[in-house]
Structure formats: structure tokens, C-alpha cells
């Protein structure tokens, strides 16, 4: 297995342009898949997760094109057929969620599975949603995937989900609501865990003509008969591959400018930076660019990352080097992404002679001194991989194993890092 050792460098102020939002290159596809007639998705990002979702849609008879930066699909949803072999996911939660309830939807039948890591994942609740729709749909590994589902059944109709599982749940069937053959209504079970998600998903759905009523997260209702149209539309860059580079910024008191990224965002990683604001750092927002000036001396903090998961391995980096106790709360749902996340974090992290308290739903690090030569188990994470290069700038002796296991959400993180003035060399 290949490794790598960060070594600590000086950061130079730096300009970074990260890619497309994954959360939105994701649900577009979906969209154009559903659309009839030729869609056309710029800034895309291509990485594992989204070649894993276009290699399955074009098995339903979808066509895709691929360029550099964008991505073309021509579709008639009244053409779209399962194909005959089972469909594999890889490592793409994201992916086969959402292709569960969009297989519902075409004629025929089939099974969805993936690697060993998401075939260790909860789909049931999805499942029990979509049944409760008319959907004809069983797990065939003890309520998690490979999933066997039969299409055409999506009737509409009320469903309920538990809220505190995964918001893709609900994107799931949202997005497929409009081509159900009566209105759905999703009644969420306790309170709904990342609600920016669903933010995404009502904003791209709107945006391709497809309205949401919502009942203030209480309960979501989607008009049947209700069709997206096609046209361009611009991914707008992705706040979570930003964060590794914030917290750089902010670990080696450095200035770095992301841009790309959008003021108004309804993503939910955007509030990192207020995280990081409050742990002492400065920051400048504009129309398309957000910087972070870091300092010598960040400041402990209490988080409740409940609306940003996806930063929360940021943060943990950044708290490493805050003298004090941070606790990151409110993050059950962490112990169900490509690994269990408050286990890995906190494993690694006590590699560094971290102290780390590890709860169900929390993390309490007492940070400020981190030691270095450490070999990082990555979990096949990408998120933590990235984290804990962030870490190796700062510290000696931190080698990252299974670096590739970032072309999940960004393949060229590793060249963006180097711009920055990191070296990096293979061990």
C-alpha cells in the first residue's frame, strides 16, 4: 500500500480553487437523469464517488457524456430501463441511497450493492419509507445493502422517516417524488439530523423547476406531475474541500484565499469558518471567495457540528493545536460515513499524545501540543486522509497510508495541498 509523509512547510499565502460540490454533482445527476431532454452541468466534479453514480445511471439508459469541467446527459425518463447485471456502488453511500429510490421509478428490477465498508451501512429506514410508498424493495443483507428493488412502484402517497439517521433518506426520495403517480408526503420521526442537505436538495430541485414545500423540517410535501427541465446549471464549489484548506490557514497562523465558492451557499460546511473565527482567526468573505487568516494562538471551542458533518474532521485537526479543551458535539451520525469517524479521529489523534474523550454523538480534545512521527491508518477515509495532512504541516513525521483513498471527493487534493508550499514525498 502506497504512503506519503507530509513535511512541515512553510505556507505561503495562497489562492485556492477548489472543485464542484460533490453533495450537488451528486443530485444533479439524478435530476439530468430524470429530465427529458439535454442537461448540461458545469464546474462538475469528478471523483470516485460521482464515477460510480454516471457508470450506473448510463446502465439505465441514460446517456452521458463526459468533458473537461462539465458533464452532458441526454435522457427520456419514459426510456429508462434497469439493466439486467446487479449494479455496484463502490464505496458511494451517497450514490446508492439516491439510486434507490430513483430505480423505483423504471421499469424492471435489480439489485444494488457495493463494497464491504458500504455494504456495513443502514438502508432500511430508506426501505421502510419507500414501502410505505408502494415501493417494492427488501434489503438482502440484514437491513443494509446489496438492496433488491422492483421499479415502477413508486405510488406516492405518506411515508415517515426517522430523522436522526441520514438526511440522504430523505434526498433519496425527494428527488424522485415528482414522477410518483400521486403527491408524497415525508413526515419526519424526532428531529432531523444535517438539515442543509436538505437545504441542497430543495435548492437544486428548485432551480431545475421542481418545487418543496417545507413544514419547517417537520414534513415535506412534493406535488406529483411536477416535471425538471433542462438547461445549464453551474456546481457551485464545494465548502467541505475547503475546509481542509481553512484549517491550514488557521493551524500555521497563514492567510488562504478559497474561491469558487458562494456567499449565499445554503451548504452547511460554510459555518466552519465562523467556527474557526471564534477559535481566533480572521476572516474575509466576498461574493465567490472566502479567506482565512490563521493564528499563533487558536483558542479552544465548543461546536455543535450537528449541520456540518463534513468539517468535523477539520475541526478536530485545528483543535489538536488549541490549548484547552474543545468539545465537538451533536455528531451521532458520523459513525456511519466511510468509516466510523469519532472512532477513527480519536484513534489517530491519541497517536499525537492527544488526550480525546470519545462519547456516542461527542468528541472532547484537549489539544495545544501535538507530537509528530505517526503513521496514520486512514480507514480507506478520505476525510480523515485529508485531515491529518493538514496536521503533518505543522508536526514531523506524519506519514498518510492509502493517500488515494481522496479521489472520493477530491482527486487533486494532493496538488492543491502542494500550492500551498506542503511537500510532500513517498515513503
Known amino acids: 500500500m502506497k504512503k506519503i509523509e507530509i513535511i512541515p512547510s512553510e505556507i505561503r499565502e495562497t489562492v485556492v480553487d477548489v472543485p464542484g460540490s460533490k453533495s450537488y454533482s451528486n443530485r444533479a445527476l439524478i435530476i439530468g437523469s430524470l429530465t427529458k431532454g439535454k442537461t448540461i452541468l458545469k464546474n462538475f466534479l469528478f471523483s470516485e464517488d460521482t464515477n460510480y453514480l454516471i457508470d450506473a445511471l448510463k446502465k439505465f439508459n441514460v446517456e452521458i457524456e463526459k468533458k473537461k469541467g462539465l458533464v452532458i446527459i441526454r435522457s427520456d425518463p419514459e426510456k429508462l430501463r434497469w439493466p439486467l447485471e446487479e449494479l455496484y456502488l463502490g464505496g458511494s453511500g451517497t450514490g446508492i441511497r439516491l439510486l434507490t429510490s430513483f430505480s423505483a421509478l423504471v421499469s424492471g428490477k435489480g439489485v444494488l450493492s457495493g463494497n464491504k465498508r458500504l455494504n456495513q451501512r443502514p438502508i432500511q429506514e430508506l426501505l421502510n419509507g419507500l414501502t410505505e410508498l408502494g415501493v417494492k424493495a427488501e434489503s438482502l443483507n440484514n437491513t443494509n445493502p446489496p438492496v433488491r428493488i422492483i421499479g415502477d412502484t413508486l405510488t406516492g402517497g405518506e411515508c415517515s422517516l426517522k430523522g436522526n439517521i441520514s438526511s440522504q433518506f430523505f434526498t433519496s426520495i425527494m428527488l424522485a417524488a415528482p414522477y410518483a403517480k400521486e403527491d408524497v408526503v415525508i413526515n419526519v420521526a424526532g428531529e432531523l439530523a444535517s438539515r442543509p442537505y436538505i437545504d441542497i436538495t ?167 501540543d501535538p507530537t509528530g512521527n505517526a503513521q496514520i491508518d486512514t ?38 495541498l502542494k500550492e500551498t508550499g506542503v511537500n510532500i514525498k513517498n515513503v
Open 202 to 368: 430543495i435548492d437544486i430541485m428548485k432551480s431545475f423547476g421542481v418545487s418543496v414545500k417545507n413544514y419547517n423540517y417537520e414534513k415535506f410535501k412534493i406535488k406529483a406531475g411536477q416535471r425538471y427541465e433542462p438547461g445549464e446549471y453551474v456546481i457551485e464549489g464545494d465548502y467541505s474541500s475547503a475546509s481542509y484548506f481553512f484549517g491550514l490557514a488557521a493551524i500555521n497562523d497563514s492567510k488562504i484565499t478559497v474561491k469558487n465558492l458562494r456567499s449565499d451557499s445554503v451548504q452547511g460546511d460554510m459555518g466552519f469558518v465562523d467556527v474557526l473565527e471564534k477559535m481566533g482567526c480572521f476572516v474575509s468573505k466576498k461574493k465567490d471567495k472566502v479567506a482565512i487568516k490563521g493564528t499563533a494562538r487558536l483558542k479552544p471551542v465548543k461546536a455543535d457540528m450537528n449541520t456540518m458533518p463534513d468539517a468535523v474532521l477539520s475541526l478536530a485537526a485545528a483543535a489538536a493545536f488549541a490549548k484547552g479543551k474543545t468539545i465537538i458535539e451533536n455528531i451521532g451520525n458520523l459513525r456511519i460515513k466511510e468509516s466510523d469517524r469519532i472512532f477513527s479521529v480519536s484513534n489517530e489523534l491519541k497517536k499525537l499524545n492527544i488526550k480525546i474523550e470519545e462519547y456516542k454523538d461527542k468528541l472532547v480534545i484537549y489539544g495545544g
Open 379 to 416: 480507514y480507506n477515509d478520505h476525510r480523515i486522509a485529508m485531515a491529518f495532512a493538514i496536521v503533518g504541516t505543522k508536526i514531523p513525521g506524519i506519514v498518510i497510508e492509502n493517500p488515494g483513498c481522496v479521489s472520493k471527493s477530491f482527486p487533486e487534493f494532493w496538488e492543491k
